[in-house]
Every structure is written in C-alpha cells, then in structure tokens.
C-alpha cells in the first residue's frame, strides 16, 4: 500500500511538472485533451463517496493512480519522444507475430503451451476460464490493440509519404481515394473539391 501511494504522489507530481512544461511552451490539441481528461478525472476521483476505490481502482485497479500514469506517459512520451521510421518497423514486426500466432491457435494448435492440455482456442469458457490469443492473452485487449494499430499504421504512412488529400464528395464528406497533395490536388483544384487530411 505504501508502494502504491509513493507511486501515485510520483505520478501526480510528474503530470503537474509535464503540465507546467506544456503550459510554459506550447502544446498540441491531443496533450491539452489529455490534461483536461486528466483534471476532470481527478475531480470525479475527490469528490466520489468511495474515494479509495475511486483512488486505486476495483478489481483491474483501473483508478486514478492508474489513470495518472496513463496520462503522464502520454505526456512524457508525446513531449520528449519523437516518432521514426525504425519503431513503425518494430510495432509492425511484432504485431505481425502476434497475428501469426493468433491464427495458429484459430487453426487449433496450442503454440506457447497456454491452454490445458487437449484443449484449444475453441473451448474458451466451456472448458477454461477466460479467452486467451496472440501474445496480448485477452481477446478483447487483443481487439484493442489491433484496433488501435489500424490509425497508427495509418498515420506513419501518411507521414512518410507526404502530405495527402482525400477526394470529397458531393457532401463534403471524405471517401473515395487518396492524392498526393503536391501534384494532383494542385491541378484538379477546380474541377473536384478535395480535403486536406
């Protein structure tokens, strides 16, 4: 327990000084959001009627300690870290291992030995407890992280290759297919609407 409270201090007293460090440079919509997210957590966590559970969380200990730390990494990693190509490359690497792995067990084999013996993938809660795939172990964090892939692999393509444009349609809406902004943007200015992303 008095772990946990030094922790908890550690992390408060971190996002205040990142804050102060944001405040005094400036900072990006994302980091600010974060700082509100952050405040308004804090003010649910003071005045809830169970503040130690609000504190240190129920049973995943996902409370404000645990929010706090959250928090402070995006903030510590957004202001000192800057992305390049080799961690695109890394996450890439491992996640594809990750989905290998995860249709080796779809295709009934027991790779890393998790599941009792003679038993697989497809006896998740009827014969074990829980869901267990790839490398992340639980189903739905797996979901997660996959999901979450989809926008960052995304964004590094995008940021390798320049700046694109989305065709538009008649609504405004963005569909249709991606355009160098450079050249054929430029060119098509007048005869299609397009957006800049």
């Known amino acids: 327990m008095l772990a946990q409270r030094k922790s908890a201090g550690f992390a408060i007293r971190e996002t205040f000084r ?3 460090t944001l405040a005094a440079r400036r900072s990006a919509q994302p980091q600010r959001f974060i700082l509100l997210y952050l405040c308004a957590t804090a003010l649910s966590a003071l005045f809830s009627q169970y503040r130690q559970t609000a504190l240190w969380g129920g049973g995943r200990c996902e409370g404000f300690a645990a929010i706090a730390l959250y928090c402070l990494s995006f903030l510590l990693l957004s202001t000192h870290v800057r992305p390049t190509r080799w961690m695109l490359w890394l996450y890439a690497a491992a996640l594809s291992v990750n989905c290998v792995i995860c ?8 790779l890393l030995h998790l599941y009792p013996e003679g038993m697989n993938y ?8 829980g869901e267990l795939l790839g490398t992340v172990g639980n189903a739905d964090i797996l979901s997660a992280v996959l999901s979450l892939s989809i926008p960052a692999f995304s964004g590094g393509v995008c940021a390798r290759r320049g700046c694109f444009c989305v065709k538009s349609n008649r609504n405004g809406a963005a569909g249709g297919r991606f355009m160098r902004h450079n050249h054929t943007c430029g060119a098509a200015k007048n005869a299609v609407k397009y957006k800049r992303i």
Request: hydrophobic share 45%.
């Open 18 to 20: 990142a804050a102060k």
């Open 103 to 110: 249709l080796v067990r779809f295709a009934g084999l027991n």
């Open 122 to 129: 497809y006896g998740a809660n009827t014969q074990y407890a």
